[in-house]
Nanobody, 127 residues
Framework: QMLMQESGGGSVQPGGSLTLSCVFS????????MGWFRQAPRKEREGVAA????????FYVTSMKGRFTISLDHAKNAVLLQMSSLKPEDTAMYYC????????????????????WGQGTQVTVSS
């Protein structure tokens, strides 16, 4: 059974930064691909970033590349999402995801392919 605990969300002013964390418990082979999606009110789920557990490959949605950085903390069994230069349109519930299959280029366009989803952590960007 995969358990995922997200943290790090909150309220921040435009231009600010936040770091989200998702700690996993369960088989490491169930999380060969780990990442983040987000969903704003009345909008579809949107991929943010993903990373393979080994090998170092990372994937970003083009619009977020450069502002968001995904990283893995193997010692803590965690995936992190560092967000900077935040904009009001980044306001959303951010979900940690994992899947036994390795990430591919299309992973962030296919939310239904991810077997495991966290409960979400809210990020609000406003002045």
């Amino acid at each position: 059974q995969m358990l995922m605990q997200e943290s790090g969300g909150g309220s921040v002013q435009p231009g600010g930064s936040l770091t989200l964390s998702c700690v996993f418990s369960g088989s490491i082979y169930d999380r060969n691909c780990m990442g983040w999606f987000r969903q704003a009110p009345r909008k579809e789920r949107e991929g943010v970033a993903a990373a393979n557990r080994v090998g170092g490959m990372v994937f970003y949605v083009t619009s977020m590349k450069g502002r968001f950085t995904i990283s893995l903390d193997h010692a803590k069994n965690a995936v992190l999402l560092q967000m900077s230069s935040l904009k009001p349109e980044d306001t959303a519930m951010y979900y940690c995801v994992a899947d036994p299959a390795w990430c591919t280029d299309s992973a962030l366009r296919r939310p239904d392919d991810f077997a495991y989803w966290g409960q979400g952590t809210q990020v609000t960007v406003s002045s």
